[in-house]
């Protein structure tokens, strides 16, 4: 069988068994879901012996520490994974909401009812936790999964989904062996020819670093739902209190400078940035943070003795810096003349992830409310709360900047579509 | 300035536009919109003179009768787009709606806020009156739009787009020249350069036939929303009231046979088929109907003397004949085992579109309502009421079948996406 015929016999399988897995009912799907959260931690040696083999292959490949550290799977890590199942078993089904009903005037009542999407593709990189995660809240929200995680966690990936599978059919005898399905093949092919059948897949949700997720949006046939980076901003307004400014920008900045909610840039109304700059620079400095800032903030900061054992931390930032996601403890500065030339920054050089003002004045903050284009905007708040839990969704597939389908985090809910449902008594057009 | 060069300088406009559109008041917008229903009945000569030329050269290229018909504007045609703006105006405002609001333990409050999309592509084929339409729907959910209707309506489309501008303008200092944008060339390759603009261009609906669709989407970059045909189905269930099948079967099949949710295959509980087939057979030949029925059902019909007098009407389905979207006078019809095999023929030969099963029987209605996967399915009910305005959203922009995005009818409400909202007094992520 060749590539493209055995990823269209993956993906037939998977809409088969999205029919199956439309009909389950909460409780069934609850079951199945702690019935394979025991099922990890009772095959924990055995997802561990594969773990080892993607391991060795990841050390003589010369993966990093880093990389080697994000591959590991010990017991502690799977009963971690078998929590968050057990989590999404006590999580409120997505399924069979009425987001809308409506009686017309002939009698018609018109309900608007969240059904599973069908087949869901995730695309994502080393972690093998993902395929746990990805596979039980796609499972809760009725959908057939396909993983393809990174080519150095294919022994661990499979040896979950394996568990997983096996767990629910010992569990419940309507459950699809197709339900969560592991790409059986590196090559790289593979996503091409699966994100084609599109009357098979219906989303595919790429996890991942910018470059494989532009590839994935680039080649996929079927809707991508995805972001492709978190350049964030926080704007520190003239009438901001301080205190708060700096609480704010310092979450935003350092508490986790890895993930894509954190800030990248800082902008400072100009009136307020001889009192705040210096401060906030300051306090960056003691947490080794580097300074990318233009022309106007130098000099306002090299006007201050206070920082100028910091000054090697600071240079000027370039163009292409304003549009950088360093995910590092890297932070661009710049001065602005009020709030429209903040949201003007933000919607030009932004990736329309999580963007917040700081500031006493309701008007400007309802003006960066309405007008910053983003998916996530803040009023006196960091932006490292756009996240699943965070929100109260429970859990988190990914986060989204995109426009059609769903924007933001997405937890259970943002798994499911919908459909009308037309209830009459013999109602034809006239 | 070459074509690529064009497209972006049209799409960088339009998403200038958009920004400014969104600010617009519910007040400004209708304002507007009212204006452009006033401008398009006072300029109604030119906009005919416009639409002449394309009459012209129209015939000369041989376009059919009805081709040329669908392109003639006339005064009352003219009246009848400025009456759908006038609509427009007095439907709520899509914008800023609070679809989910939540105040989390650390007290910061979320709100799920309806916004504008953007951009806003409308690719259609030769009815101008779409022109303002679309327009109208897209500049009322604050939207910039860039319409490319079919080549044999430039003139016309222009004209009309030129008048909603100019009287938007007219009407509002802040209305932006490019809210409402034709593309400016025939050159099909416009479309491609257009779709592939990510950065600029939110989301693209194709109206039109399938060829048009799958072209676009085939081609496009964007997230494209659409439904590639309507081939939709009426299930008759042992339990059928026979009176109401009757009239739902009639009311489906030739109330508008041109239509998208119009029936194409009938099925018929086999238990019922003696009873209900050669009614509705004779019924359908009164009006002309031609049906392609399975073995079974033509055996059953031809035992039959009360419609012998017809048989020239009745061929054996093809294989092919069960996924066709005649969109005329034409019928499949298949006898089936029950409503589980009409639900699997439905999702296996169907287009997600709209199907209906006729019923008495409460758990087998529930059943077909939960697992026939289409984006809109009724109970005693005519396929034909997939429509916005039958669904009281006022008007539409098209029907979606798919499952990231609207599905279904699309009116104003799904011309918008969310953002999220947290307002916070200075919470900070632990």
């Given at each position: 069988?060749?590539?493209?015929?055995?990823?269209?016999?993956?993906?037939?399988?998977?809409?088969?068994?999205?029919?199956?897995?439309?009909?389950?009912?909460?409780?069934?799907?609850?079951?199945?879901?702690?019935?394979?959260?025991?099922?990890?931690?009772?095959?924990?040696?055995?997802?561990?012996?594969?773990?080892?083999?993607?391991?060795?292959?990841?050390?003589?490949?010369?993966?990093?520490?880093a990389?080697l550290?994000?591959?590991?799977?010990?017991?502690?890590?799977?009963?971690?994974?078998?929590?968050?199942?057990?989590?999404?078993?006590?999580?409120?089904?997505?399924?069979?909401?009425?987001l809308?009903?409506?009686?017309?005037?002939?009698?018609?009542?018109?309900?608007?009812?969240?059904?599973?999407?069908?087949?869901?593709?995730?695309?994502?990189?080393?972690?093998?936790?993902?395929?746990?995660?990805?596979?039980?809240?796609c499972?809760?929200?009725?959908?057939?999964?396909?993983?393809?995680?990174?080519?150095?966690?294919?022994?661990?990936?499979?040896?979950?989904?394996?568990?997983?599978?096996?767990?629910?059919r010992?569990?419940?005898?309507?459950?699809?062996?197709?339900?969560?399905?592991?790409?059986?093949?590196?090559?790289?092919e593979a996503?091409?020819?699966?994100?084609?059948?599109?009357?098979?897949?219906?989303?595919?949700?790429?996890?991942?670093?910018?470059?494989?997720?532009?590839?994935?949006?680039?080649?996929?046939?079927?809707?991508v739902?995805?972001?492709?980076?978190?350049?964030?901003?926080?704007?520190?307004?003239?009438?901001?209190?301080?205190?708060?400014?700096?609480?704010?920008?310092?979450?935003a900045?350092?508490?986790?400078?890895?993930?894509?909610?954190?800030?990248?840039?800082?902008?400072?109304?100009?009136?307020?940035?001889?009192?705040?700059?210096?401060?906030?620079?300051?306090?960056?400095?003691?947490?080794?943070?580097?300074?990318?800032?233009?022309?106007?903030?130098?000099?306002?900061l090299?006007?201050?003795?206070?920082?100028s054992?910091?000054?090697?931390?600071?240079?000027?930032?370039?163009?292409?810096?304003?549009?950088?996601?360093?995910?590092?403890?890297?932070?661009?500065?710049?001065?602005?003349?009020?709030?429209?030339?903040?949201?003007?920054?933000?919607?030009?050089?932004?990736?329309?992830?999580?963007d917040?003002?700081?500031?006493r004045?309701?008007a400007?903050?309802?003006?960066?409310?309405?007008?910053?284009?983003?998916?996530?905007?803040?009023w006196?708040a960091?932006?490292?709360?756009?996240?699943?839990?965070?929100?109260?969704?429970?859990?988190?597939?990914?986060?989204?900047?995109?426009?059609?389908?769903?924007?933001?985090?997405?937890?259970?809910?943002?798994?499911?579509?919908?459909?009308?449902?037309?209830?009459?008594?013999?109602?034809?057009?006239?």
């Amino acid at each position: 069988m060749n590539l493209a015929e055995e990823m269209s016999r993956l993906a037939r399988q998977a809409k088969a068994a999205s029919r199956s897995l439309a009909k389950l009912s909460t409780a069934e799907k609850n079951a199945c879901l702690l019935a394979m959260a025991n099922a990890l931690e009772e095959h924990g040696p055995a997802i561990q012996r594969a773990n080892e083999l993607d391991m060795a292959a990841g050390t003589q490949a010369g993966l990093t520490g880093a990389m080697l550290d994000r591959l590991k799977l010990d017991e502690k890590r799977i009963a971690s994974i078998a929590k968050g199942l057990r989590d999404v078993a006590a999580l409120p089904d997505p399924v069979g909401r009425i987001l809308d009903e409506r009686l017309r005037p002939n009698g018609l009542k018109l309900q608007k009812m969240t059904t599973p999407i069908g087949v869901v593709v995730i695309i994502y990189e080393s972690r093998p936790n993902v395929t746990a995660d990805a596979a039980g809240l796609c499972f809760k929200s009725g959908n057939a999964t396909i993983l393809r995680g990174g080519k150095e966690a294919l022994n661990s990936n499979r040896a979950i989904a394996e568990v997983l599978v096996s767990a629910g059919r010992g569990q419940l005898a309507a459950f699809s062996e197709h339900a969560i399905q592991v790409v059986p093949t590196i090559d790289r092919e593979a996503i091409q020819e699966l994100l084609s059948l599109t009357q098979y897949v219906d989303v595919c949700m790429p996890r991942g670093g910018e470059s494989l997720i532009r590839a994935v949006a680039e080649c996929s046939k079927v809707p991508v739902i995805k972001h492709f980076k978190g350049v964030c901003h926080v704007f520190v307004d003239a009438d901001a209190d301080l205190k708060m400014a700096e609480e704010i920008v310092m979450n935003a900045k350092v508490q986790r400078p890895a993930v894509c909610n954190a800030m990248e840039t800082l902008l400072i109304d100009r009136a307020l940035a001889p009192a705040f700059l210096p401060v906030i620079a300051n306090r960056l400095s003691e947490k080794n943070v580097e300074l990318r800032v233009d022309q106007e903030a130098r000099e306002l900061l090299n006007g201050q003795d206070s920082i100028s054992n910091t000054q090697t931390r600071i240079k000027l930032a370039s163009e292409q810096d304003w549009f950088n996601e360093y995910n590092d403890y890297i932070l661009n500065v710049r001065l602005v003349e009020g709030v429209q030339q903040a949201i003007d920054h933000i919607n030009y050089y932004g990736s329309a992830h999580s963007d917040s003002i700081v500031t006493r004045n309701e008007a400007r903050a309802k003006q960066f409310l309405a007008e910053v284009d983003s998916a996530a905007v803040y009023w006196n708040a960091s932006t490292r709360f756009t996240d699943g839990g965070e929100f109260g969704m429970g859990a988190e597939i990914g986060i989204s900047t995109d426009k059609v389908g769903a924007r933001g985090p997405m937890g259970l809910d943002e798994l499911t579509t919908y459909k009308w449902i037309g209830i009459g008594n013999g109602q034809v057009r006239s």
